[in-house]
């Protein structure tokens, strides 16, 4: 019979299906960051548990971490409601002898860039962690998902998820990208096709020449944003790609394992006569830029679009909020702050994206902010290696220190009441990136020329 | 007639909206505490007050947006909230759900729940209940008029004033749990044999994921 190759990943690692319908699928690998696992942690050891198995888990703090002042460690935090935070991380890593990169480590960033890029995230796994953006590991063809505390919990606990089995959608985008499009408007542009809701209860396979053309990391950006599709799962099938991407990671398998592995991890693709729940079809050279105007993923437009007219109430509300009027052209929006960074938008390709636009330019005098945030201390060396941190610096830009930063704004850089900012991150809720703050959700090049110009000019056509 | 076998039945509140996620649910200053109580009076914390909120601050001294339907007269006390569209989409955040329950939700009813936040429910004993749109707005004017709803879970139907308003469909096993507060981990561990045994195979034939992950300084 014909798989999908999210069924196959779910037949490889469903340990049984009880009588009630549920299922207990096997996690090969746990991702732990500071906020979502104290209370999983507490409620094990009130219980009287143990980590199922100890190797399983890998743990870096990344939400509540400051981006300044990082040497001094631990210390550097200074609210001490986040500080106690990452210091129960440490506690609980150290008593269930979890493997950690600390907040000294320079392997330490976003939870979801560390993985890959460790060789932690490898093909054909089962991935969780407590946080939605889990999806993001789909992109090297693994079963990843998000969960919640009580999920992290369990999954210490018996090494199991309990779960059932979602639908299969397939996104096929196919044709080619124009210049100065990138995977963050690809994936804009199938969430705004689909809706925020339209992959609840799917999996997502995303398909087609364009994918097949993506880097990895471009890959991530678009398995990342699945969940502001509604969709807990993205995936890419495995290729020549995702096998030079692992080659040689720090902890990918090496030698006769490496042989061994990538030989299964060839078979991690959808047979060509799988039937999927459901199909999408995207032309990527229809593609523009994208920008989104709203507080929901969903509303987002081409750059060269306008702000639409407010026909429901939801469309209300979002306009009062973002205090944009209808009709206004997305080029007009002008800006307050630019945040580079994000578990969406923060690794190498991302920042050399950005640095390339900003390259002997200057960010705009009425921009107050504009800050880049690489992935982890990794990412950031590479940089420094290629000088993008200079033409940050030169450009305006502050060059910071890895972790989620204005992506959610847990720590101490946020918007101010009534700012816009073009920001790479995943979401424009309201308030997300600070009380009152306005996000506009864009791609990293997309972001960079705003800085410079003040306002959204379109990338395609910039000089 | 309905039968006896009431879950729950109290006053709802109204919130009329599409996709509201988690954020506004509990914002993300909340997220710093390291235990699961304590959330309820920072529940929809951008809404509820006219400032800024913050861990630990005197809730007295706060001023109430009178307009959000939680402040009204009317609706404190309601333990029943009903909304529309995907409900609880974005952040995995759990303390969206502890928030809710910490404000004294006992159930949720909405046109529909994201995935990850409807997990997080079951998972804490928050009943989630997805109805028809004109099911759920039949449900807000019954609010509105300050009519009580009733929960039967057993037989899955949801009463006003002792008539049949809607019918919903549940995961078995979810129902369980909620009416008997199963240890769900516990229900796992009865599997263990059978997660050892897969384990065993599992790592003959993928031995590279069972690779130490060994941390050394640098």
Redesign the interface.
């Known amino acids: 019979m014909s798989k999908t190759l999210y069924d196959k990943l779910w037949e490889k690692?469903e340990?049984?299906q009880?009588e009630?319908?549920?299922s207990?699928l096997?996690i090969?690998?746990h991702l732990i960051h500071e906020?979502?696992s104290?209370?999983a942690f507490?409620g094990l050891k009130l219980?009287g548990?143990k980590p199922?198995?100890i190797?399983a888990?890998?743990a870096t703090p990344d939400?509540?971490v400051p981006t300044t002042e990082r040497a001094e460690g631990i210390n550097g935090i200074k609210?001490e409601?986040?500080k106690?935070?990452v210091l129960?991380l440490d506690a609980n890593c150290e008593e269930n002898k979890i493997?950690?990169?600390d907040i000294l480590?320079?392997?330490q960033g976003i939870v979801h860039v560390v993985g890959p890029e460790q060789g932690?995230t490898?093909p054909?796994?089962t991935i969780v962690c407590?946080?939605?953006h889990t999806s993001t590991h789909g992109a090297l063809a693994t079963l990843s998902m998000?969960?919640?505390?009580?999920?992290v919990?369990?999954v210490l606990?018996?090494?199991?998820l309990?779960t059932?089995k979602l639908k299969n959608m397939r996104v096929t985008i196919d044709g080619e990208l124009k210049e100065g499009v990138t995977p963050k408007d690809v994936t804009l542009a199938v969430i705004g096709k689909i809706g925020?809701?339209g992959g609840?209860?799917y999996a997502i396979e995303y398909a087609g020449s364009v994918i097949e053309n993506m880097s990895i990391e471009g890959r991530m950006t678009v398995c990342n944003m699945s969940?502001e599709a509604?969709a807990?799962v993205g995936l890419v099938a495995y290729d020549e790609t995702t096998e030079l991407y692992v080659k040689n990671k720090p902890?990918?398998?090496k030698d006769n394992?490496w042989l061994?592995?990538t030989k299964?991890w060839r078979q991690l693709t959808s047979h060509k006569d799988a039937v999927f729940d459901q199909e999408v079809k995207i032309d990527g050279s229809s593609i523009a830029p994208q920008v989104t105007w709203g507080t929901?993923p969903e509303m987002v437009c081409d750059i060269d679009g306008l702000i639409p007219e407010a026909s429901d109430?939801?469309t209300q509300?979002a306009l009062k909020y973002m205090n944009l009027k209808p009709g206004t052209k997305i080029t007009d929006i002008t800006l307050d702050q630019i945040f580079i960074g994000s578990c969406t938008n923060s690794r190498i390709e991302d920042l050399r994206e950005a640095a390339n636009i900003l390259k002997g330019k200057k960010i705009a005098d009425s921009i107050k902010r504009a800050i880049v945030v690489p992935g982890s201390g990794l990412v950031s060396q590479q940089a420094e290696e290629e000088g993008l941190d200079k033409i940050f610096i030169e450009s305006g830009f502050e060059w910071r220190s890895p972790g989620c930063s204005m992506c959610?704004?847990?720590n101490p850089d946020q918007l101010g009441?009534g700012e816009h900012c073009a920001s790479t991150s995943n979401?424009n809720?309201?308030?997300?990136q600070g009380?009152?703050g306005r996000t506009h959700l864009v791609s990293p090049s997309t972001a960079a020329a705003a800085a410079i110009e003040g306002c959204f000019v379109d990338v395609r056509s910039y000089k | 007639m309905k039968n006896s076998q009431i879950f729950h039945k109290g006053p709802a509140v109204p919130l009329?909206?599409?996709?509201i996620?988690t954020?506004?649910i509990i914002?993300?200053?909340f997220?710093?505490?390291?235990?699961?109580s304590g959330f309820g009076s920072n529940l929809f914390d951008?809404w509820r007050y006219k400032d800024?909120g913050f861990?630990?601050q005197d809730l007295t001294k706060r001023e109430l947006n009178e307009d959000f339907v939680l402040n009204i007269d009317r609706f404190k006390g309601a333990d029943i909230l009903i909304s529309k569209?995907?409900f609880g989409?974005?952040?995995?955040?759990?303390h969206a759900?502890w928030s809710l329950i910490d404000y004294g939700f006992k159930v949720v009813i909405a046109e529909?729940f994201?995935?990850?936040f409807k997990?997080?429910c079951f998972?804490?004993g928050l009943l989630p209940i997805s109805l028809e749109a004109n099911e759920v707005s039949q449900l807000m004017s019954l609010a509105e008029n300050g009519k009580e709803i009733e929960v039967d879970l057993e037989n899955q139907i949801i009463f006003a004033e002792d008539t049949e308003i809607a019918s919903f469909e549940i995961?078995?096993?979810q129902k369980?749990c909620i009416l008997q507060g199963l240890d769900?981990?516990g229900l796992?561990?009865t599997?263990?044999e059978?997660?050892k045994a897969?384990?065993d195979n599992?790592r003959t034939?993928?031995?590279?994921?069972?690779?130490?992950?060994?941390?050394d300084d640098?």
């Open positions: 690692h340990v049984c009880r009630d319908g549920t207990l096997y090969d690998r906020v979502t104290p209370q507490e219980a548990r199922w198995r190797s888990n890998i939400h509540n609210d409601v986040a106690l935070q129960t493997p950690q990169f480590d320079k392997r932690l490898l054909g796994m407590g946080d939605s998000g969960i919640g505390t009580s999920e919990e369990h606990a018996t090494q199991c309990k059932t925020t809701a609840t209860g969940i509604g807990r902890y990918a398998p394992l061994k592995a299964q929901s109430e939801s509300y959610l704004a847990m009441d979401r809720f309201e308030g997300r009380y009152g | 009329d909206r599409d996709n996620d954020d506004q914002p993300k200053q997220l710093k505490s390291i235990k699961k951008t800024e861990p630990g569209k995907n989409c974005g952040s995995s955040r759990e759900v529909s994201a995935d990850i997990n997080n998972n804490n995961d078995p096993f369980k769900e981990i796992s561990l599997h263990a059978e997660i897969f384990e599992h034939k993928s031995p590279w994921i069972f690779n130490q992950v060994l941390i640098c």
